[in-house]
């Protein structure tokens, strides 16, 4: 049996632990309180963990995608916070405290963009200007900390919006934004490990002087998945204030460390789009269950239950600490014509 394999099958073993442990937990648990399991696991609860899941899995897809080209963009969260405020501020503008459903889409639509345009100078500080990926990253982070609550003070005299207005949900009360980050998820997944294209995304990772030598530019490559990774985490961000309904500037943001739960969420997705968003799925669920506890009635402090997302992402760290990343991430590449 090969490193490889016998690493897979460690990996299998431990994610059917895991599992079985949390299943045990939830008997556990429903034993304790005297709650049946369907309480808890309600429709209602489905839809809302999937609507709080969508924000990570689209920061997660983005970033695996840089990765995957060797270029380690830690600035996820802050791109976040830069997408969740553009929309509010773009909303605003459009349509003052009233928006219209139009003016939401705009907004959406305006955050990627402008998440987009501020991740092509972080690509050519990192790429060209070969910077430290995560001093730059961290900076990103701090800039949008700082930049997105004193912009709304002058905007709105507040660090946080006033009300505007949240997306429409579909049939069964689903957000539209939930079946766009469905497609986006599968057509990444086909993206990656089924084009040409995806296939020099990896190599670039994993032996850029190969995908060199072959006519392709690696720096190139690695330009375009960082400006996706910027646009997909600013699409994040919009994504989690056209549900709101409204920015808050406060504490960390409404983003909240959703970036950094999003890098861990590709780290246990193993780099695939679709085991990523099963991870940010896991996350969503967990950091709605203080909604779900509230409205069944069982009495447990809201402070601990909001810690759950953050255990969940110290245990996937121990568990798949040892997932292995691509061969060059970090390195600046220069070809040698």
Not at 95 to 109: M, Y
Not at 200 to 210: K, L
Not at 268 to 285: D, H, K, T, V
């Given at each position: 049996?090969?490193?490889?394999?016998y690493?897979?099958?460690e990996r299998v073993q431990?994610?059917?632990?895991?599992?079985?442990?949390?299943?045990?937990?939830?008997?556990?648990?429903?034993?304790?309180?005297?709650?049946?399991?369907?309480?808890?696991?309600t429709?209602?609860?489905?839809?809302?963990?999937?609507e709080?899941?969508?924000?990570?899995?689209?920061?997660?897809i983005?970033?695996?995608y840089?990765?995957?080209?060797?270029v380690f963009?830690?600035?996820?969260?802050?791109?976040?916070?830069?997408?969740?405020?553009?929309?509010?501020?773009?909303?605003?503008?459009l349509?003052?405290?009233?928006?219209?459903?139009?003016?939401?889409?705009?907004?959406?639509?305006?955050?990627?963009?402008?998440s987009?345009?501020?991740?092509?100078?972080?690509?050519?500080?990192?790429?060209?200007?070969?910077?430290?990926?995560?001093?730059?990253?961290?900076?990103?982070?701090?800039?949008?900390?700082?930049f997105?609550p004193?912009?709304?003070?002058?905007?709105?005299?507040?660090?946080?919006s006033?009300?505007?207005?949240?997306?429409?949900?579909?049939?069964?009360?689903?957000?539209?934004?939930?079946v766009?980050?469905?497609?986006?998820?599968l057509?990444?997944?086909?993206?990656?490990?089924?084009?040409?294209?995806?296939y020099?995304?990896?190599?670039?990772?994993?032996?850029?002087?190969?995908l060199d030598?072959?006519?392709v530019?690696?720096?190139?490559?690695?330009?375009a998945?960082?400006?996706?990774?910027?646009?997909?985490?600013?699409?994040?961000?919009?994504?989690?204030?056209?549900?709101?309904g409204?920015?808050?500037g406060?504490?960390?943001?409404?983003?909240?460390?959703?970036?950094?739960?999003?890098?861990?969420?590709?780290l246990?997705?193993?780099?695939?789009?679709?085991?990523?968003?099963?991870?940010?799925?896991?996350?969503?669920?967990l950091d709605?269950?203080?909604?779900?506890?509230?409205?069944?009635?069982?009495?447990?402090?809201?402070?601990l239950?909001n810690?759950?997302?953050?255990?969940?992402?110290?245990?996937?760290?121990?568990?798949?600490?040892?997932?292995?990343?691509?061969?060059?991430?970090?390195?600046?590449?220069?070809?040698?014509?």
């Open positions: 049996m090969s490193v490889a394999d690493a897979q099958r431990l994610a059917g632990a895991t599992v079985v442990a949390l299943l045990i937990a939830a008997a556990v648990f429903t034993f304790v309180f005297d709650i049946a399991l369907e309480r808890l696991l429709v209602g609860f489905l839809t809302r963990s999937l709080m899941a969508t924000p990570i899995a689209l920061a997660a983005g970033g695996l840089a990765e995957k080209s060797g963009n830690i600035g996820l969260e802050g791109f976040m916070i830069f997408g969740a405020f553009s929309a509010a501020a773009t909303m605003y503008l349509g003052g405290t009233s928006p219209s459903q139009l003016d939401v889409w705009l907004a959406i639509a305006i955050a990627v963009l402008i987009a345009i501020l991740t092509v100078f972080f690509a050519v500080l990192l790429i060209h200007f070969k910077a430290d990926q995560i001093v730059a990253g961290l900076a990103v982070w701090f800039l949008g900390l700082g997105a004193f912009t709304a003070a002058i905007i709105w005299g507040s660090r946080s006033p009300g505007l207005e949240s997306i429409n949900p579909l049939a069964f009360g689903q957000s539209p934004l939930v766009l980050t469905v497609i986006v998820v057509a990444s997944w086909v993206f990656l490990y089924r084009t040409k294209y995806g020099w995304i990896q190599a670039a990772g994993e032996n850029p002087e190969a030598t072959a006519g530019d690696v720096n190139r490559v690695r330009y998945t960082v400006i996706f990774s910027g646009a997909m985490a600013g699409l994040g961000g919009a994504v989690l204030l056209a549900h709101a409204n920015f808050v406060t504490g960390e943001t409404m983003v909240d460390g959703r970036g950094w739960i999003g890098i861990v969420a590709y246990f997705g193993n780099y695939n789009p679709i085991g990523a968003a099963a991870a940010a799925l896991l996350f969503g669920g709605m269950l203080n909604v779900q506890f509230q409205t069944v009635g069982i009495e447990v402090s809201a402070r239950v810690l759950l997302p953050y255990v969940a992402v110290i245990v996937v760290l121990t568990a798949w600490g040892k997932t292995r990343m691509p061969s060059s991430v970090g390195e600046p590449y220069e070809s040698e014509d």
